[in-house]
Every structure is written in structure tokens, then in C-alpha cells.
Nanobody, 126 residues
Framework: QVQLVESGGGLVQPGGSLRLSCVAS????????MAWFRQTPGKEREFVCA????????LYADSVKGRFTISRKNSVNTVYLQMNSLKPEDTAVYHC???????????????????WGQGTQVTVSS
């Protein structure tokens, strides 16, 4: 089992920045691909970005490309999401997710991720 705990959400004005963190425990963190998804009420959870187990490869949804940056620090079992130039449409609950490196890194289907955090709310509003 892998336990994931997110933090760093909050209220920010349009154009502002936030940095989310997700701390993992329970298994060897460096054996897992990590990702961020987000969800708004009444909508399906959508892919935001992912990072390979060593951090060399990343994937981004078109809607966040150039504004969001995913990174990880395996020594402290943490994945980060730096969000810049935030827009009201970025408002959502952000969840981190993990899947073992035996899976396909480029498959961003939600069903390929085995472990999920409870999420942290991000609200972009003036």
C-alpha cells in the first residue's frame, strides 16, 4: 500500500501562484510514477500532469502546459505541483496519484493509477 497526503491548496487571485505537495509513505517512492489529477463537482476527474519515477520524463495536459510544473524529490518521498498564471477554470480539488513503474508511463487513464490522496482544494477567484 502507498499512502498519499496532499497539501498546499488555498484561495488565490487570477494570475497568482500556488505550490502543491504530496507526501508518500508505505512503499519505495522511487518505484512509482506520480501524477496530479483534478476534479470539479459534477465532472470526471481529469489528468493534469505526470512524472516518471526518476523525474526525467513529464507529461502535461494541454490546458496547463507552460503554466504548471511537476517535480519530485525522491529523498523525501514528495511530488510537487508548481502552478503559475492561475485561472478561474483551474479551480478544483487536486489529487495526487501513484502507479508502479511496471505500468505504462504514457497511459494517463485514471484507471491505471492504483493509489490516490484525499485531495486539496484550489480556488482561483478575485
Amino acid at each position: 500500500q502507498v499512502q498519499l497526503v496532499e497539501s498546499g491548496g488555498g484561495l488565490v487571485q487570477p494570475g497568482g501562484s500556488l505550490r502543491l505537495s504530496c507526501v508518500a509513505s508505505g512503499r519505495t517512492f522511487s518505484n512509482y510514477y506520480m501524477a496530479w489529477f483534478r476534479q470539479t463537482p459534477g465532472k470526471e476527474r481529469e489528468f493534469v500532469c505526470a512524472i516518471s519515477n526518476g523525474g526525467a520524463a513529464t507529461l502535461y495536459a494541454d490546458s496547463v502546459k507552460g503554466r504548471f510544473t511537476i517535480s519530485r524529490k525522491n529523498s523525501v518521498n514528495t511530488v510537487y505541483l508548481q502552478m503559475n498564471s492561475l485561472k478561474p477554470e483551474d479551480t478544483a480539488v487536486y489529487h495526487c496519484a501513484a502507479k508502479p513503474e511496471s505500468g505504462s508511463f504514457r497511459d494517463i487513464n485514471i484507471n491505471t493509477y492504483d493509489y490516490w490522496g484525499q485531495g486539496t482544494q484550489v480556488t482561483v477567484s478575485s
